[in-house]
């Protein structure tokens, strides 16, 4: 059986960006170095884990059905940005260029990883388009393989009629990083050089 | 360009080594295992970063080391002076150039270009078809950041969609991968049908000076691509979607494109001669080198590995002329050479230790 310090380390470890060293400097700091934050520590993740959920409508990060941005009327919810995870819309507020609504599918189609339509929030982006209340859609996803294929995924699930407006971005965005890694001005720049998507 | 300086550490068998040249003719001479072809190797990892031997880089790394280092001196026709260094690590790479960090291979390709002409050569004509769409894409990878890309996009592309196969994929979703599947298939087209031609042109001219032969040569695609565009290639992959779902892989694409030789129109694999063969691989690789020069606009280092024993001495004296005096050739062979230019540089290879013997002995 491992020792309590051994269990901490073991899961800090397992976290996303965390190796053996990192995981131990952390364990160490937090219980050696720095014991005075643990309790505020503790309280904020058991906080956040009782509060915080996804966004019914837009999958973004919430504390009640909807997100902040889903609940501000003064967004334009019939224009809708399709971001592959939370990241990417944070980048995209950070920018101040955008004032429309999110769509976060936490993810993108591959087989490969075993990520098809249904590991992706797909019903509820349906959902919202089949209420007719949004006019566009602005595709956001990595401008690789599978952020192609998933545009691609979308415009097959629009309903039929062509009332729905869809463009893409991604074009002079970082290659590989995509939206998260792009500037401000990066990104309202391409976020005003949207092309129409077929 | 022009390959001044060599030293390699920890490279294959070869712990230690540094070699100055001071011509455009450089032979190494040892039994086979000494290190010769390793420094061949090394030379012509500087273009594509890639080895001519092996497609896994941790082999370069001699045995109980952590890492292999290559340093490059050469004349650069646009750069000047400069000095290319690569340390191999497993599973990590890193290039500088004049003691700046090169930190992506696509700012890098086309820089440096080499040519290696090896034993194996003759198996372009008469192996499997595999091994000429290798040639191609290397030879395009080497010096087209473009075409890289093109390639890697379309082998995930492809990667995805027989994944999708093999579970039974939906229609949607494999549509979905075939967007980008016939955008990549549709660039890969265009640049190898002008690359083809453009070695075609090249080939003509060098076989007629090797084989003193009156019959054209010519490669292309064989058969040639049924789609001429992205919209076409959607087409083809749409309508394959039943039979491949059969086979759970995809069978149409420029995955499966092959390469003609031919002599006067006629496959060079079915009707030419042993010589005819030998003599039109030589002068695919010196076509490979014009190519080279005329997209980089720099002067490719011929790198010769163990071929030219293999030649008739009327062969041998009329492949020195297609070379000509102004290009760097690096040859290896078990016996130094009788024939061919007098200003080679010897060296002796052996337990990958190099010494260089006196010039004219
Ligand atoms: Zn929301």
Redo the contacts between chains.
């Keep these: 059986m491992a020792s309590a310090y051994e269990q901490l380390q073991q899961q800090l470890k397992q976290l996303p960006g965390l190796g053996y060293r990192s995981a131990e400097r952390l364990a160490l700091h937090l219980l050696v170095e720095k014991p005075a934050r643990l309790p505020a520590l503790v309280q904020a993740l058991e906080e956040a884990a009782r509060t915080v959920r996804r966004c019914t409508r837009c999958g973004n990060l919430a504390e009640g059905d909807l997100c902040v941005i889903c609940a501000d009327a003064r967004r334009d919810q019939a224009v809708v940005c399709v971001v592959e995870h939370v990241p990417d819309l944070a980048a995209f507020e950070r920018s101040g260029a955008y004032r429309g609504g999110y769509h976060v599918l936490h993810g993108k189609?591959?087989?490969?990883h075993g990520v098809?339509?249904a590991d992706l929030n797909l019903a509820a982006l349906t959902a919202r388009l089949a209420d007719g209340t949004v006019r566009e859609l602005i595709l956001a996803l990595s401008n690789?393989?599978?952020g192609?294929?998933?545009c691609?995924?979308l415009t097959?699930?629009l309903p039929p009629g062509g009332t729905v407006k869809v463009s893409r971005i991604g074009f002079g965005l970082p290659s590989g990083g995509g939206v998260l890694y792009a500037d401000s001005v990066t990104l309202r720049s391409a976020l005003e050089a949207r092309r129409e998507y077929s | 360009m022009r390959l001044r300086r060599i030293t390699l550490q920890h490279f294959r068998n070869i712990a230690g080594a540094e070699l100055a040249f001071a011509s455009r003719r450089q032979f190494f001479a040892g039994a086979n295992g000494q290190g010769k072809t390793s420094l061949l190797e090394a030379a012509g990892f500087i273009t594509a970063l890639r080895s001519f031997r092996t497609a896994d880089p941790a082999v370069l790394i001699a045995h109980g080391q952590p890492e292999a280092a290559l340093a490059c001196e050469l004349d650069h026709e646009r750069l000047g002076p400069t000095r290319v260094v690569i340390r191999l690590r497993p599973g990590s790479r890193e290039v500088s150039c004049d003691g700046e960090r090169v930190p992506r291979i696509a700012d890098y390709l086309g820089r440096f270009p080499t040519v290696v002409f090896t034993a194996q050569d003759l198996q372009l004509i008469r192996g499997a078809p595999a091994l000429r769409r290798r040639w191609l894409d290397l030879t395009l990878a080497a010096i087209d950041a473009g075409y890289l890309a093109a390639l890697q996009s379309y082998h995930r592309a492809l990667d995805e969609r027989n994944r999708l196969l093999k579970l039974g994929g939906p229609p949607a979703e494999l549509a979905a991968f075939e967007h980008p599947l016939a955008a990549a298939a549709a660039v890969l087209g265009v640049k190898r049908g002008a690359a083809l031609a453009e070695l075609t042109h090249c080939l003509a001219a060098a076989y007629g000076r090797i084989a003193a032969a009156v019959e054209p040569a010519a490669v292309g695609l064989a058969p040639v691509a049924p789609a001429a565009d992205a919209d076409g290639w959607r087409r083809i992959y749409a309508d394959g979607r039943t039979r491949d779902l059969r086979f759970r892989t995809t069978l149409a694409g420029p995955h499966r494109d092959d390469l003609e030789f031919t002599l006067g129109g006629r496959s060079a694999r079915d009707f030419g001669s042993e010589g005819e063969q030998r003599s039109l691989m030589l002068a695919l690789r010196l076509a490979q080198a014009d190519f080279f020069q005329a997209r980089s606009g720099v002067e490719p280092v011929l790198l010769a590995d163990d071929v030219l024993g293999e030649l008739d001495a009327g062969r041998r004296e009329r492949f020195w002329a297609a070379v000509g005096s102004a290009r760097q050739v690096l040859a290896t062979g078990t016996r130094p050479p009788d024939t061919g230019p007098d200003d080679w540089e010897r060296f002796r290879v052996a337990g990958g230790a190099f010494a260089m013997e006196a010039s004219g002995a």
């Design positions: 189609l591959s087989p490969m098809g339509p690789d393989v599978e192609e294929a998933t691609h995924f097959q699930q």
